[in-house]
């Protein structure tokens, strides 16, 4: 967490005036987010139908029903360059990455953590802890520590400008929430080995929100995810992932990055938004349901691109939710990880923080209007390569917490920064959709394909990219549609 204050080799960034000038990657609007990829997925968490899918870069998947010859189809879908080089993986396009997806999850995986302390018996929802923006590991001996080969010392998202971490005070679980407190969790992720004789305790109560297999979605290739233990890290070593004596053991600081959503720790999109769908159903994990019916053959055409319905008759009926597995989340373990949510969301329009510390909601959802449908989430930003922050990976998820309209939407962007710049904006914009409150854009149909063409059809781009919901959806306080942050939200 201390990478904000990284240098990397001689940074650099062009200005708009042809002018090149250091970067300083302490300042997120001076980083060149690539931005390449990412996906978002809509349930409806009381039963687990999946509303809307979405993965970047986009396919022309009408060429799968043209009778492809494999020529054809390395043609058309390339998987190298033209000088033979591999393609860049940011540009892939044959990936759902909602479902294929093998991502950090940062911060958003914090309430499955919280969930999992208290479930355990590790913490109270009283307990309070003292943030002071560093921890130490206390099961490791001075001696080792000081020598250099093992890492002792974690330190919370840096302020501002001032290259140093965040310090919070006195926290409780609903606190470390709102405003992200890493240390509070990095001493979860220790203690909880400490007291149970380093037994895998925090993997097994994530493993009830469905991390570590698939959901069983009825879509091929489906990403399992990990879970790190002790297995894991050696198959690993086994397999050149990881060195031999990294191999040999899971450690503590495993288990406190794991605690932050970090370390061997992957899943995808829809894992996650399964898992939110979870706090916010009160314990029930369903299956993502895509298929409503199957029809008979012969359903007649309706209106141009479209089926009529109703006048076809259905051969079976998958209206019934699959309940996977039933948490036991009792109220006084749930209400203050939705209190905690809440406050990242800021309904109320301030004073949702810690002092001088603000929270996402006061960034970005302080114009969320009263009408809209009610919000809990949480921000995540998901370090990448090399620690460098122009490849963190920019996440959110976010549940309504009105029954009626039970909706839980993720985003997860690639390479796009902190999970308050890219990511929550995306599930902001949606909401407000389906709040009614802003238009989408008008489904367009395609154009007949042309089996003769030798590539395929570009990528679609909005039909308004200035987007009138633009200002609702982006806009800080200073309302001129570019997220500003004096700290590092996560």
């Not at 968490?45 to 999946?50: E, M, Q, R």
């Not at 996650?272 to 055409?301: C, E, M, S």
């Not at 006084?332 to 004073?351: K, N, Q, S």
């Not at 959802?365 to 449908?373: K, T, V």
Request: some cysteine; glycine content about 10%.
């Amino acid at each position: 967490k201390a990478r904000r204050t990284q240098t990397a080799p001689n940074p650099r960034i062009k200005k708009s005036d042809g002018r090149i000038e250091p970067m300083d990657i302490t300042k997120p609007a001076t980083v060149p987010f690539k931005a390449p990829a990412g996906s978002a997925v809509v349930m409806d968490y009381s039963d687990g139908t999946v509303l809307a899918l979405a993965s970047y870069p986009t396919f022309d998947n009408r060429w799968f029903e043209a009778g492809l010859s494999s020529r054809k189809f390395a043609e058309i879908f390339p998987s190298v360059n033209p000088d033979g080089t591999p393609i860049d993986p940011d540009r892939a396009i044959l990936v759902n990455r909602a479902v294929q997806g093998r991502y950090n999850l940062g911060s958003t995986f914090k309430p499955i953590v919280a969930f999992a302390a208290l479930d355990s018996g590790l913490i109270t929802p009283g307990f309070v802890h003292r943030d002071e923006g560093t921890y130490r590991l206390e099961t490791v001996r001075p001696e080792r520590c000081n020598s250099g080969l093992v890492r002792c010392e974690y330190r919370n998202s840096v302020c501002g400008n001032t290259g140093r971490p965040c310090v919070y005070g006195d926290v409780t679980v609903e606190d470390a929430l709102a405003v992200s407190s890493d240390t509070f969790f990095y001493r979860i992720g220790e203690k909880i080995m400490q007291e149970n004789n380093n037994e895998p305790v925090l993997q097994a109560e994530v493993r009830k929100f469905g991390f570590g297999a698939d959901t069983g979605i009825e879509l091929p290739y489906e990403f399992d995810g990990t879970v790190p233990d002790r297995a894991l890290k050696a198959r690993y070593a086994e397999a050149g992932v990881i060195s031999e004596e990294e191999g040999e053991g899971y450690y503590v600081g495993d288990n406190v990055q794991l605690s932050i959503g970090q370390g061997l720790l992957s899943a995808t999109p829809l894992q996650l938004t399964t898992a939110y769908a979870t706090i916010a159903n009160q314990g029930f994990v369903y299956q993502p349901k895509l298929v409503k019916a199957i029809y008979n053959p012969g359903v007649p055409d309706g209106e141009p691109g479209f089926a009529d319905l109703d006048a076809g008759t259905i051969y079976e009926n998958r209206d019934k939710p699959v309940l996977l597995n039933q948490v036991a989340m009792p109220s006084e373990f749930r209400t203050p990880i939705v209190d905690g949510l809440r406050r990242v969301i800021c309904p109320e329009g301030g004073g949702c923080g810690i002092g001088q510390f603000s929270t996402t909601g006061e960034k970005l959802f302080f114009d969320y209007p009263a009408e809209a449908i009610p919000l809990a989430g949480k921000t995540g930003t998901a370090q990448g390569a090399n620690s460098y922050p122009w490849n963190d990976s920019s996440a959110f998820s976010a549940f309504s917490i009105d029954e009626e309209r039970p909706y839980v939407i993720t985003a997860y962007l690639e390479k796009s920064g902190y999970g308050s710049q890219a990511a929550a904006p995306v599930v902001k914009c949606t909401f407000l959709v389906l709040s009614g409150l802003l238009e989408p854009d008008e489904v367009e149909l395609s154009d007949p394909l042309d089996i003769e063409a030798t590539v395929a059809a570009p990528p679609m781009a909005l039909s308004d990219t200035s987007f009138e919901g633009g200002p609702m959806c982006w806009r800080n306080r200073t309302g001129n549609g570019v997220l500003t942050q004096e700290r590092s939200v996560d």
